[in-house]
């Protein structure tokens, strides 16, 4: 994809270590209803992933953001009881759960690129319960039947910035696939479906791009075209200004160049999740900018239930 590279090196540990859901844990909770113990209610987020060679280029501005993650307590101060990605390089006809009982597997869903990128291993420990109590939540909302895959792990869009964003791997994740044959309404009503996790402790987390455009990339310290800064700028103002959920929604016409910067939805339509199970009136947070390759916007955002935001 034109990015720079370096050296492969090994995500940092950090002193701090989270406690995720026990074996024990996951097997009461499935034979109790689904039903997880409350900690806190948590905002949604979404994160544009950039280039696959995040996972090993220190040079990436946006790689500083993921490693702070956890230091700057950007989803709390305490980690998330269990993640649920919605990552823009998963789409299926209908909505699929991985339901993994162990740790997932790392897929590599790219090529072309340095062979370190090949070794790294990102083995999250599944979370069953979570897919199931998501399956459940979508089908109670009319958008079964829910398909469950038990074999399929983390593909780039979850695992690299995870192994940023939560290094030690210790965090149950779980993910959810995405109709690109619907629009961002449809992304948008599955993700206020899913608005209940947020008072589990789960982090609902959109991951694609705010722009992406691969045949229109250049090389890094060219100037970023018009198209692009003036959809990211669209972007940005629809959400923090207005909080203009319905223009996102119809993105494809309300947005300047909205086809230019998204030629498929798939990196998109993650958003429109993380938007909608933050629920109604939202308050959006722009948490992180830069650019590469010229066209390849970074913005992510925090998106907070307007309860949370009033407090």
């Known amino acids: 994809m034109g990015q720079r590279q370096s050296q492969a090196k090994k995500p940092n540990t950090r002193a701090t270590t989270p406690t995720p859901i026990t074996r024990r844990d996951q097997q009461q909770q499935e034979g109790s209803g689904l039903e997880f113990e409350t900690e806190r209610r948590m905002d949604t987020f979404f994160v544009s992933h950039g280039s696959p060679t995040l996972s090993i280029d220190e040079t990436i501005p946006a790689r500083h953001f993921f490693e702070s993650w ?49 070794q790294l291993k990102y083995p999250a420990p599944g979370a069953p319960d979570l897919a199931m109590k998501t399956k459940s939540l979508l089908e109670q909302a009319g958008f079964g039947p829910v398909k469950e895959d038990h074999t399929r792990g983390l593909d780039h869009g979850a695992w690299v910035p995870l192994m940023l964003m939560y290094p030690d791997a210790n965090v149950p994740v779980c993910q959810l696939s995405l109709q690109t044959g619907r629009d961002g309404a449809y992304h948008y009503e599955l993700g206020r479906a899913l608005a209940p996790l947020r008072d589990d402790g789960v982090l609902v987390l959109g991951s694609g791009s705010a722009t992406h455009n691969l045949r229109r990339m250049g090389p890094d310290g060219t100037p970023t075209p018009p198209w692009a800064t003036e959809f990211d700028a669209w972007l940005r103002d629809a959400l923090l200004a207005g909080g203009r959920h319905g223009e996102v929604k119809r993105w494809e016409e309300a947005a300047p160049h909205g086809r230019t910067a998204h030629p498929s939805p798939d990196h998109f339509l993650p958003l429109h999740v993380a938007l909608g199970a933050a629920g109604e009136d939202a308050r959006a947070e722009l948490i992180h900018s830069s650019w590469t390759n010229a066209s390849l916007s970074y913005s992510s955002f925090r998106f907070t239930p307007a309860t949370a935001a009033k407090n």
């Open 70 to 118: 956890l230091p700057a307590a950007v989803a709390g101060a305490e980690p998330p009881r269990a993640i649920l990605v919605v990552s823009g390089h998963w789409e299926t006809a209908a909505p699929t759960v991985n339901v993994i009982r162990g740790s997932n597997g790392t897929i590599y869903d790219f090529y072309g690129f340095p062979k370190p990128m090949y």
